[in-house]
């Protein structure tokens, strides 16, 4: 069973700041299969990224996705009042079918 | 636009069956590469997915609560259900149903409202 760890668990920084979260998978994925979403308090999880570097509809190019086979990041380049949230990494696949990493909160510092 | 919401009881005993309801529009759940699933988080917690029904009826579980999960579809209704059997108070978390579309790409796209199942005597 596929596991995905995120790092570090809470980004404390400043807005204007540079966030880089990190998300490592137990076994290779294929970066097709690997997306990124946002979660902010009472909300569902909306659709950052997919096939672990394409930005959804309507996400402003200051996110970004990169990485391949273990190791994937989200990096968000300038942080807006907005960006403070959650953040979870998923893979589709590998049994089970989707998993999501544990979430990693960027707060404001 | 695609839109869903979560439907069902609030509140459930211990050892009840719940039985959630993800009614949908914007979409065919009879159109070839979709699907709907669903998605728990417990309170302050993480996501965790647990099943997801495809447009040609195939079935995925979680490996983890196969035994207590039935999903099936209702096309003419658009509408999905999901049933867990033995629910307890670690099943308490807010229930969310979620479009995939795997034409398009390998992830839930568009998300319901969420809906928070108390587990409780």
């Known amino acids: 069973e596929i596991v995905l760890t995120q790092s570090p668990g809470t980004l404390s920084l400043s807005p204007g700041e540079r966030a880089t979260l990190s998300c490592r998978a137990s076994?290779?994925?294929?970066?097709?299969?690997l997306a990124w979403y946002q979660q902010k308090p009472g909300q569902a999880p909306s659709l950052l990224i997919y096939g672990a570097s394409s930005r959804a509809t309507g996400i402003p190019d200051r996110f970004s996705g990169s990485g391949s086979g273990t190791e994937f990041t989200l990096t968000i380049s300038r942080l807006e009042p907005e960006d403070f949230a959650v953040y979870y990494c998923?893979?589709?696949?590998?049994?089970?079918?989707?998993?999501f990493g544990q979430g990693a909160r960027v707060e404001i510092k | 636009q695609i839109t869903l919401k979560e439907s069902g009881p609030t509140l459930v005993k211990p050892t009840q069956t719940l039985t959630l309801t993800c009614t949908f529009s914007g979409f065919s759940l009879s159109t070839g590469g979709v699907g709907v699933g669903w998605i728990r988080q417990p309170p302050g917690k993480a996501l965790e997915w647990l099943a997801l029904?495809?447009?040609?009826?195939?079935?995925r579980y979680s490996p983890s609560l196969k035994s207590r999960l039935t999903i099936t579809k209702d096309t003419s209704k658009n509408q999905v259900v999901l049933t867990m059997t033995n629910m307890g108070p670690v099943d308490t978390a807010t229930y969310y149903c979620?479009?995939?579309?795997?034409?398009?790409?390998?992830?839930?796209?568009?998300w319901g409202q969420g809906m928070l199942i108390t587990v409780s005597s």
């Open positions: 076994q290779s994925v294929d970066s097709t299969y």
């Open positions: 998923q893979q589709y696949g590998r049994s089970p079918l989707f998993t």
């Open positions: 029904i495809y447009w040609d009826d195939d079935k």
């Open positions: 979620a479009h995939s579309d795997i034409l398009s790409g390998y992830y839930m796209g568009h």
